[in-house]
Every structure is written in C-alpha cells, then in structure tokens.
C-alpha cells in the first residue's frame, strides 16, 4: 500500500522556534556524547526545553549516561519518548532488539531519522541536541537535507592526527551550506593532581587548528567555544547515568561545560 504523503518535520518549519544543534566529530571515542549529554543537562537545568536524539548508531551510548532505562511508549501514533533529568531523549538503541548488532545503511538511517523527527511527541522545544556517528557518514547528509537550519557543533582532541579528521567532518557543512557554531576541544589536559600543572596528554592545539581550518573553509569565524579537561568525574558520572554537570556543578569540568552551554 501506499504510505501517503509525507509528514512535515516541525523543526524545519521556517517558523520553527526551536535550535537544532548537531554534535559531530571526526572519530569516536573523543567525547562526542559525553559533550553532548553534559550540553543538554546544563540548557536543561538553565530552564531550557531540551530534546536529545541519539543517532549515533555505532556508539549509542547516550541512555546509559543519562540513567534511561525506560523504553519509548506509544501513544494512539505518536512515541513518548522517555525523560530524564528532565531532557526528553530518543536514541537508536531504544528501537533494537536486545543486543543484537544492526547494519544501518543509509535510507534506514535516514528513515529513522525522519521518524524520530516526526512520529516522536517532543512538544515545544527550545533545543534539540542530536548526537551524530563519528565521522563523514550519511546522516550528516540525512540531517542537512531533514533540518537545513541545523546547525553543527564540532568536538576533537588536541591531537593533530585527530584535528584533521574533525576538520574532515565539519567542512561537509561547507557543501550542505550549514551553520558551524563552534568547536569543543575535549580532553584539552589532566591537571597534574599534586601541583597546579597542566599535562597535555594527548598534545596541544587541535580545537584551535580546527576551528581556524574550518573558518578559512566556510569563509566565517568558526570559534573554539571551550576546552574541556579530562577529568575522572566526567567518565564517572557518564557510567552512573548523571551528567557531571549535575552530579559535580562545582567541578572545573562542569563549570567550562556550563559555560560553553550558556553561550550557545
Ligand atoms: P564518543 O561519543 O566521541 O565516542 P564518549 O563520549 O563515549 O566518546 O567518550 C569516550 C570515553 O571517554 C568515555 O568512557 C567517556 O566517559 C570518556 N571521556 C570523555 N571525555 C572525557 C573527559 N573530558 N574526561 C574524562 N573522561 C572522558
């Protein structure tokens, strides 16, 4: 049977009031959803109306930070999706059955895309945050074509190695004509636990080096919007399900990670 016309997506409404912020990185493990996570519970705990979506299809880690246990329930047909610390979050995991690995090739990752974008009962949003697989794969492109007024938050290390790849990601924003608002360098340093030093760990200089490689690329200043340290209580609040953001506001870490969700 026919599955009839398409339904609108109302965040690409140009009326739209809400701000769609996609997190990319070039490669994993560079802090992506622990980024994002940490964003959503500082704008959440601000006031703000934040929504989560987890499209992150390799990793999907973002439930477990969060503590989400429940799953989406249905109502007549729309999802609720499942809440916590007063962030509404749908993530990929939530739709698989038990542990079992799943190929997304991309028309499925595009429709489940479009599906949490339009079958999900986010009501009104200030934010919504979406959590993208690392690297260059067709989900940026989904997301581009789905929310042209998306705009693109880059997370990297230091690390050079690392800084070109995220460069990589981002400048996919140069072709879809999409907005970069910034870059997030994470794990910028440990500070030294005995005296007030800061040790590179994993080199120096990769946000800056994104952020202007991306700025020359797109023709506008892209900023390094915050350097965020390494730091035990950020790991540990992501494996107890609450943002160190919450669980440690006074926390260094928590304070730059609230400062640069401030000034989004
Ligand atoms: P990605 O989403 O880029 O794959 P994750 O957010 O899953 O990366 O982070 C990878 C691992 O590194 C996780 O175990 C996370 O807790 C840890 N981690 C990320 N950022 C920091 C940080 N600033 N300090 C300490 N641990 C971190």
Redesign the pocket.
Known sequence: GSRGPEKEIPFAKPNSTTRVLAVA?GK?????????VNLAAAMAASGLKVGLIDA?IY?H?VPR?LGVTDRPTKVEDMIMPPVAHDIKVISVGMFKAGNSPVIWRGPMLDRALYQFLTDVYWGDLDVLLL?LP?GTGDIAISVAQRIPTAEILV?TTPQLAAAEVAERAGSIAAQTHQHIVGVIE??AWLPCPHCDERIAVFGEGGGQAVADALGRTLGYEVPLLGQ?????R??AG??EGKPVVLSDPDAP?SAELRRIAAGL
């Open positions: 990185s994993g493990g560079v802090g992506k959803s622990s980024i994002t992150d990793g880690s930070m959590d690392p997370v994470n794990m965020v340290p390494i730091d035990m950020l790991r992501g494996d870490v």
